[in-house]
């Protein structure tokens, strides 16, 4: 079906990777496992997590975007299309309080 993993590091940052099957997709699988690292990684004591994800791949950025995640920069991955580049993706992941909404807003 799928898979997500959270990559913390010592900084208190997460770094997610996830894939859902073709056939699957479209099914609330990516969904549930996004709201899963997200509290996973509250769970864990971090405060941001971030992703990569290509360009054209729209599908997953519309559900990244809907938790929340916004957009930071850039980067040239490496791949079989050293021309591709992916879009670096993240949300604060802390606490529920003032801070942590404002982190989320974008302020």
């Not at 609330?28 to 360009?55: D, M, N, Q, T």
């Not at 580049?85 to 982190?103: E, K, P, Q, T």
């Amino acid at each position: 079906m799928g898979e997500i993993r959270v990559d913390p590091s010592w900084m208190g940052f997460g770094e997610i990777g996830m894939m859902v099957a073709a056939d699957w997709r479209g099914r609330g699988i990516g969904k549930a496992l996004v709201a899963a690292a997200i509290e996973w990684a509250r769970g864990h004591g971090l405060h941001k997590l971030s992703l990569s994800v290509f360009p054209h791949n729209e599908a997953a950025i519309a559900l990244y975007l809907k938790f929340g995640f916004t957009e930071e920069g850039g980067s040239c991955g490496i791949s079989a299309a050293p021309t591709v580049s992916s879009g670096i993706l993240s949300r604060w992941v802390c606490c529920f309080d003032r801070r942590c909404a404002s982190h989320n807003a974008g302020l």
